[in-house]
C-alpha cells in the first residue's frame, strides 16, 4: 500500500505525519512552526521535521495544508496572513526538490474535505460537498476526489455568499453574509446583544438557552437554521452533491440545529434533491490524513 | 479523428448530427421528434434519423441531449414535461444495445455548456460555469471536462436560487428565486408592470427604454444586473471558475446589461475573483456539439 507524507502547516504549530493510502496514521510528529519567523525558518524547520518521519523516503508524495486560500497549480498562498512572507512563496515546488517527490499546496479547509470526502464519509461518492461551521464558514468542493479549487483558490469560500440583503453591515463582508449571520462568532454577537456579555461567552449558550425555551434564544437559532439551510439550498443548486459533510466548532451542538437546517433546505429546494444526506465530519485527524491525499487526488 | 452521433432531442424536434472529437459537425439529420406521441414512437423515429448518418458505425459513441433534469448515471430522464412517457425511460441504454456503443443522456442546457467548455470559449480550462439566461435561467459546472450533474442531476439548475428574499411569490419556486427576478421572462413581467402589455412585448424593450433614460426602466435594468451580479458572486464562492460563459436569448442584448452585472459581481466579491472572465457563447450548434461531447467527456 502506498504512503504520504501529510502536513498541517499552521501559524504557531505544525504536525508531519506519514499516511497509508486508506488514511491511516502512521507514524507523526509535532511542533512549534515558527509562523512569525518567516520562510527561511519554518522551511528549516519543517525539512527536519519531515526527516524524523521514518522511512520518509518510501512515500509517494507530499501534501501541505495551510491557512489561507491557495494557488494550487502554482504551489503557493494567495494570502498568508498567520504565516507572514509566504504569499507566493513555492512551499510546493521547495518541498519536491528536497524531498525528491512530487509536493502539493492547499488551503486547510479544503484539505479537512478532501479527508473527509476520500477516506471519510463522503468514500466513494462523485461530488461531495464540506461545509464547516466554526468561527467562521468556510467549505470545499471535491469531485471525483479533486477538490475544485478554482481559478484563484477560491473554490468553496462559501462565507461571503449572500443569504439576506437585509442585515447589518458587519466587516468587510457582503452585507448578509453567511459568516456574518449563521456562525459561531454571528451567533455569540447576536447572544450578547440580546443577554448581555455575561451570560453568552459562546453560540453554544445560546442554543442551550433557546433549548430552554427563551423567545429571543429560540429567534436567534430559527434565524441561524433558516440562514443556514438557504446556503445549502444554494449549494445544491450549483452542483447537487451526493453527500453535505459539517465540520467545524459548531458541529459540537449539531442534535440542537442540524434538524432546523435540514427542513429550512428542503423547504428551499426542489423534492428531487431532499435525500441528499447531511453527516457531521468523523475523522480524527482530518488537517493532516487531507494534506496526505492531496497526491492522491493529483493521481500520484 | 474521432467521431460522435450528437442528438438533440426536443418536445417537437430531434437533430442528429455526426460529430468530430473537436467539435465541428460533419453531417445532420433534422425531423419531427414526435414528443407527444410516446417513447416507441419517438426511439423508432430516432434510431431511423440514426442510420441516416454516414457511416455511423465509425462513431466511437453517442451522446444526447433532453430537456429537463436527467440521472446521468442511469441515462434516463428526472422529469419529462416535454417528452411524455420517458421520466426513467432508459433511453441512454437502449441507443447504446441498439448500435453497440456507448451512448450518455443529459440535459439540454448542461450539453451546450459542455460545448462551450470542451470546444468553444471555455477550451483548455480545468473549471467553467456556463449560465444560460433567456426564458429562465440555467446553468452547468464543468470540472475537468466534465459536467458536474450531481446526485439528482440538479447540479446547475441555478434558476431556484435565492437572490433577495424581499420579493413577491411568483410561483413553485422560491421567493426571491434569480429566474422569477432576472431571466427575460422576468424582466418583461416588471416591464408590462410599469409600462403597459402594450409597450413591452419582451425584455428587449425594456432594456431600450432604459437605454433612452427612461427612469422606471433603469430601476428594473439596476435591479436585474444586481441581481444577476449577485447570482455570478455566489457561483464564483461555491467553484471559483476559470471562465463564465453566458448563453441564452439575452445575449442578444449583452452590452446593455453585462458591464452593469460585472460591476455588481465585482461590488459583492473578494478582489482576487474580479478577474474571472465573463464571455458570450459563441458557437452555433451547442445543443448537437455538446451531445456529442458526452461520450468524449466520459472518457470514450
Redesign the interface.
Known amino acids: 500500500m502506498k504512503t504520504y507524507i501529510g502536513i498541517d502547516l499552521g501559524g504557531t504549530n505544525v504536525r508531519v505525519a506519514k499516511i497509508s493510502e486508506d488514511g491511516k496514521v502512521l507514524s507523526q510528529v509535532k511542533g512549534p512552526s515558527y509562523g512569525t519567523e518567516g520562510p527561511a525558518k519554518v522551511m528549516k524547520n519543517l525539512k527536519e521535521m519531515i526527516r524524523e518521519i521514518p522511512d520518509w523516503r518510501e512515500c509517494s508524495g507530499i501534501g501541505i495544508g495551510v491557512p489561507g486560500?491557495v494557488d494550487t497549480k502554482a504551489g503557493t498562498m494567495?494570502?498568508s496572513t498567520n504565516l507572514p512572507g509566504f504569499s507566493g512563496y513555492p512551499i510546493a515546488d521547495e518541498l519536491s526538490k528536497e524531498f525528491g517527490m512530487p509536493a502539493f499546496l492547499d488551503n486547510d479547509a479544503n484539505v479537512a474535505g478532501l479527508a473527509e470526502a476520500l477516506v471519510g464519509a463522503g468514500k466513494g461518492l462523485?461530488?461531495v460537498f464540506y461545509v464547516t461551521i466554526s468561527t467562521g464558514i468556510g467549505g470545499v468542493?471535491v469531485?471525483?476526489g479533486?477538490t475544485?479549487?478554482?481559478?484563484?483558490?477560491?473554490?468553496?469560500?462559501?462565507?461571503?455568499?449572500?443569504?439576506?440583503?437585509?442585515r447589518e453591515k458587519i466587516n468587510y463582508l457582503?452585507v448578509g453574509a453567511v459568516e456574518n449571520e449563521a456562525s459561531g462568532t454571528a451567533i455569540t454577537r447576536k447572544g450578547k446583544a440580546a443577554f448581555g456579555d455575561d451570560k453568552i461567552q459562546h453560540a453554544g449558550n445560546v442554543l442551550d438557552l433557546a433549548a430552554k425555551g427563551d423567545e429571543k434564544a429560540k429567534e436567534i437559532k430559527a434565524c441561524m437554521e433558516k440562514d443556514l439551510g438557504?446556503l445549502f439550498?444554494?449549494?445544491?443548486?450549483?452542483?447537487?452533491?451526493?453527500?453535505f459533510i459539517i465540520g467545524g466548532g459548531m458541529t459540537k451542538s449539531a442534535d440542537k440545529f442540524l434538524p432546523g437546517v435540514i427542513e429550512q433546505y428542503k423547504a428551499?429546494?426542489?423534492t428531487?434533491?431532499h435525500d441528499?444526506p447531511f453527516v457531521i465530519a468523523g475523522l480524527e485527524e482530518p488537517g493532516i490524513i487531507g494534506a496526505a491525499m492531496l497526491p492522491v487526488s493529483n493521481g500520484i
Chains 1, 2 share one sequence.
Not at 148 to 165: L, P
Open positions: 486560500p494567495v494570502l462523485g461530488t468542493l469531485v471525483n479533486k475544485v479549487s478554482g481559478k484563484h483558490g477560491f473554490g468553496g469560500e462559501i462565507a461571503n455568499i449572500i443569504i439576506d440583503r437585509d457582503n438557504q439550498a444554494t449549494i445544491a443548486c450549483v452542483c447537487d452533491p451526493d453527500m428551499m429546494s426542489h428531487a434533491v441528499t
